[in-house]
């Protein structure tokens, strides 16, 4: 454990997604205090303005939005959209920080069930063997058979729209992979000498799995988490961004990019004016993927020496 | 020139050297011999002591981070480890052949075994790939694999352990190289095909006049086939002379170590002898002679000072400084009957 | 390996069922009226509720599970898949017209997977230092972190928002006349590059190319660069393997020991990936159409999820999902053939 933690700092990369992970962590954590919500729902991107082109950074809240907030007796703590505005109006600097929030809860509770759901039928399925390993992996097969993203498609179109929706689709969609790699794990971890060793000495059964199988087996599923929480967050941006995911003005990276197909062109004359609708949402995302990715990427060639029963 | 043969290959003072990450490893630092025309040399150590590495540097087959660092290894008169690439890729399997330990993870997967015994004549030689696997199925035959001409065609996988080493045997031997080096290629088989191995081997060299370097930890194999015996320990030859020397006259504690852990039958025994310790780390070697901290006649001139490879007498070579204790200690009669 | 190909032919309709099961219990999520809206074309009818019970039962969208799958199956079987919001046209016809659109991306993408994933691979593997490794690696770990949207809108916004090389959509206006309303062009393919070859007419090959270039590299993107360090890596891998210094050992030149013995075995495992990294294109292609407005399957398959046009999604992923069970199946097979060592069990 040590030694992993010690590698895991040592690396260049990886250490560069530990820092970038950690600030998107504070962010996470200060989102009320960096930008403060104007409603009581502080998911809901606040907006500057009616207009529906993007306005640019440094835009300041138009009045008529103004007077709507006199009238309901909020405080106006903040009134500038210091990244400009997406379409309609919304924040895109409170989209983003906001968005922190919404990036976490996406990719840590998606990961965490799939994970769950299949690591309890890839031990099932390994454990009994026989019949019922055949049945499981059959479904598993089936599930496989989609494309992960049409999929989530069909189910969020069928549920609705709604960033829950969305995830009851990836969690739905994204569980065999952890199914299969723990089956695999199981089957060859009871091959081991050590298992059968441990059987011999007349270790009873269960200390065997707590002490032998389950370490050798839930190491590489922790790394396969860590890398699927960075595409578990791509995939709810691109449903998002397809709009079949979060809906318009909710705090959500993909849910920000949608809109700004249409104007990535920009005006006549002006080319890419309004890069600050891509581009903002666009680099948070990219970045908070590429921390998981750069962490798990470390954590599995940790792993793998340990694979190839080197050291 | 020794008994009117000629000398066909000198290794002198060759040194190969890791550059690794954690350290230089030596795991070649000092090995000297020479192999004589028509005759097999053993080349006897334990694991790790560098048989295998000198083997790969003699044909300059290193993988990074491996190197060779000094020495010279004259073959035919000619020093290959100045040879150009070019150079070497001819002599390679052409004049100088080399078997492998493990012959499931030496032969290509997916490659028949035709193919694979075929490719160095059709390397070596003007000949179509017709003409060469046709030859391919005569070798087969030669180092007794029925049915041949089915096997040719057969992957690795299809044959079993020992036939495996035989189709290693046709592909080592395919352009009939005038020196043959075996890395302990009788080591993953089982001890009945061992022999037959070992009698394939020796009667394909003897055809020509060939010369075999064997490699081995095996002290019985030794005694059956080798001429001349080189004893290595830690990268670096220790001892070097004919069998008849080794065996009866041995003048390295080390050599001496080996050949009394032999278990005997006719000697009632109440314990096997062992030497004490283990193989020291290449990361981590001693000062002084490597030996030393397992060698019972060891005084303080051996932990500082590194002996050097002395010629006590014609074709007899010693690394130790404490020689005339050893020669005492075979005196006192523990070798009879060896 | 016969009961290996025969196994898995077996197992074929078995996952066809499961697949077509679970989406059509996915589509009875929804209520019978919802259901029965998919297969008209008139929404005035939905109004009449008599109307409505009747269809529905005609339909069998209220009929016990089983029952209601069989005769659900047996309509997609016909071709009938409902009728298509989005496109205005039922579903099936939808999906002949678009398909050739999607069919000629997917297949010109494949040349930069290929290419670049396999080729440059085995080119950087031999030429094996630090310095390449980690630029490779960090390529690799950037394309899997960028998602397709983003990168595409990031080409689409430098190459046609900035310098206005390659426009959105599949052919200018002035082919569009030519190609689908000229009386000069026959479409033999639907392929419009290939169409445009045989009528010998090369500006449209042109146009159509300059508007496939850049869906192609937003598309193959995360497929090459993950390919890319797969390949490396198996190569490097090969290169240390013992048979490679038995190779040497014969003395045979360094090319014939990279390409035939190493490659011949590191390209093992990389041609199973190869292939699912191409069928897994297959998703991307929802995005990428997107993102150009290229007129594909995808593209329709998207807006119609945005208008809840549920016959059109789930004709999609019935469509999309048969493609990849037939593709797995290839790929297995292929394995299969290329290793001998599965090939002769």
Known sequence: MNRTIRKLFSNTSSLVGIVLLFIFIIIAVFAPVIAPPLSDDPYQIPRMSWDIPPQPPGFLMSDNIRDIYVVMGTEIKWDKAICGTAEGGYDIFYGLIWGTRTAFRIGLITVAFAALIGVFIGSISAYFGGWIDEILMRITDIFLSFPFLVAAMVLTTILGRGLDKVMIALITFGWMGYARLIRGSILLAKEEIYVMAAKALGVKDVKIIWKHLLPNTIFPVMVQATMNIGSMVITAAALSFLGVGAPVGYADWGQMVSFARNWIIGSPGHAGQYWYTVFYPGIFIVLFVLAWNLVGDTLRDILDPRLRGEL | ?338 | MLSYIIRRLLLLPIILFGVTFLLFCVFSLLSPTARLATYITDASTLRNPEMVQRLITKHHLNDPFPLGYIHWIKKILKGDMGWSQAANQPVWEAIKQRFPATLELVLYSIIPVILVGIWLGVISAVHHNDMLDQTIRVTAIIGWSLPTFIFGLFVLFIFYGILGWLPPGRLSFWSQDIVYTGTNFRSYTHLVTIDALLNGNIPIFLDALRHLIAPIITLSYISWAFLLRITRSSMLDTLRKDYVRTARSKGVDEHTVIHLHAQKNAMIPVVTIAGMQIIGMLGGVVITETVFTYPGVGYWAASAAQQLDYSSVIGFAVLFATFMIVGNLIVDVSYALIDPRVRLE
């Not at chain 2, 003409?131 to 996988?157: C, D, F, M, T, W």
């Open chain 2, 1 to 338: 020139m020794i008994n009117d043969r000629k000398l066909l290959l000198a290794v002198k003072d060759l040194k190969t050297y890791f550059f690794t990450e954690d350290g230089v490893v030596k795991a070649v630092d000092g090995v000297d011999f020479e192999v004589y025309q028509g005759e097999t040399l053993g080349i006897v150590g334990e694991s790790g002591c560098g048989k295998s590495v000198t083997a790969f540097s003699i044909l300059r087959l290193l993988d990074y981070p491996g190197k060779t660092v000094g020495g010279e290894v004259i073959f035919k008169g000619e020093n290959l480890l100045k040879k150009t690439e070019d150079e070497m890729r001819g002599i390679r399997g052409k004049e100088i052949a080399i078997i492998f330990q493990e012959p499931m993870t030496a032969l290509n997967p997916v490659l028949t075994i035709g193919f694979q015994i075929a490719e160095a004549l059709m390397m070596h030689f003007e000949i179509s790939k017709k003409e060469a696997l046709k030859k391919s199925v005569e070798l087969l035959k030669k180092v007794g694999i029925p049915i041949p001409e089915q096997r040719v065609n057969e992957y690795p996988h299809q044959l079993s352990g020992g036939m495996r080493q035989r189709a290693m045997i046709a592909m080592a031997m395919s352009c009939d190289p005038i020196l043959l080096i075996a890395d302990e290629p009788t080591t993953a088989l089982d001890v009945t095909i061992q022999a037959q191995i070992l009698d394939l081997m020796m009667a394909l060299l003897r055809e020509f006049d060939g010369s075999l370097i064997m490699i081995t930890h095996d002290l019985g194999v030794i005694a059956e086939i080798a001429d001349r015996i080189a004893i290595m320990y830690a990268g670096k030859v220790v001892e070097y002379a004919d069998k008849k020397t080794i065996f009866h006259h041995p003048l390295h504690p080390y050599t001496l170590g080996l050949l009394t852990s032999i278990p005997r039958l006719d000697v009632e025994m109440k314990r096997l002898n062992v030497i004490p310790g283990i193989v020291p780390n290449p990361l981590h070697f001693p000062s002084g002679c490597k030996f030393n901290p397992r060698c019972q006649f060891a005084t303080d001139r051996c932990k500082k000072e590194e002996p050097s490879l002395i010629k006590i007498e014609e074709g007899h070579l010693v690394r130790c400084w404490n020689v005339d204790k050893v020669v005492k200690e075979v005196k006192k009669g523990f070798l009879v009957g060896v």
